[in-house]
């Protein structure tokens, strides 16, 4: 049985990852912070008997389900929404504006001319994996950002090795095309690399 | 010349190969780099986005550390004994329903021997306050001594 302060470690190296890979996928700030709470209490709750060892997957694991179950309800919700909206008044793109919302935690050393590039950069590699079909992205960020390796990925994903690898080639062909295409390419973000 | 062509056909296939796994290894390289990317920018969030993390973190490691002491924390922060009924409200819930079927049936019962009393007194020779007369329990046991 893992302790706390185990778990604690193991969420604190995570959930940064955790929150940018659920943004990628449902697109909303918001959405993503609700899905990895609620993907850290499962995990305390019914996992607590679990080895630490045990933890990235079945984090993995329930990350997605809880993706899965958003978009559930978001399917729902549009369906009356979309019944509703005639009825209701929108806000007119009035919105809370917060300063913490758009403060960054940023290296203050670094150029603002070469953070200025960095985030661009960023915002293109970032769009082009909004852009990947569901599965794909899944299996680009399990086996490449979480460093699972085939088997581990595929019991993530509840699906076969093979599909794993479809899967992986079919998303770092699509995405080198996309940056590619952006002006993008290898030696581009090899230089990136180097400099981060 | 056939040994050749062999070799040569032989030749061509390492070669392609060569090519092929290069191709994929640096595409695999890319992917590396491109994850290396995203964490490397996963680090820069804002200070709001980071606080609730914390909280969220907190709040189910607290759950966690909860669980191991045989203790439970609700979703609105309370704190509940493993065997609270709060926690298991589902049996509470099957508990109450039991306990309302047999009740039912407790009183459906007695409603049954109040009608059985009602009819037998009224279906008898004698008159109903005769069973009230002291006087008549003599003959009333030797009655039931009969039947």
Known sequence: MASSQELSNFLRDVERRAFKQTVYAVRDDHAALDIVQDAMLKLAEKYADKPAAEYPMLFQRILQNTMRDYWRRQKVRNLWTTLLSSFGAGKDGEEDFDPLDTIDVEDENENPMAQLERSQTMQLIEKAIEKLPTRQREAFVLRYWEDMDVAETALTMGCSQGSVKTHCSRAVHTLAALLQKQGLGSKAIAHLGTES | ?147
């Open chain 2, 1 to 147: 010349m056939d040994n050749i062509n062999q070799e040569n056909n032989e030749v061509l296939d390492v070669k392609s190969i060569d090519v092929k796994s290069t191709g994929v290894e640096s595409l695999e390289t890319q992917a590396k780099l491109i994850a290396n990317l995203l964490d490397a920018h996963a680090n820069r969030l804002s200070m709001r986005t980071l606080k609730q993390l914390e909280n969220g973190r907190e709040l189910a490691v607290k759950t966690h550390a909860q669980h191991i002491s045989g203790t439970s924390v609700n979703r609105d922060g309370t704190i509940s004994h493993a065997i609270g009924w709060a926690e298991h409200h589902r049996m509470a819930t099957t508990g109450m329903v039991l306990a309302a079927i047999i009740a039912g049936f407790v009183l459906m019962q007695s409603l049954n021997q109040t009608e059985n009393s009602d009819a037998f007194l009224l279906g008898s020779d004698l008159p109903p306050e005769a069973f009230v007369d002291r006087g008549f329990e003599p003959s009333l046991n030797i009655t039931q001594a009969k039947i």
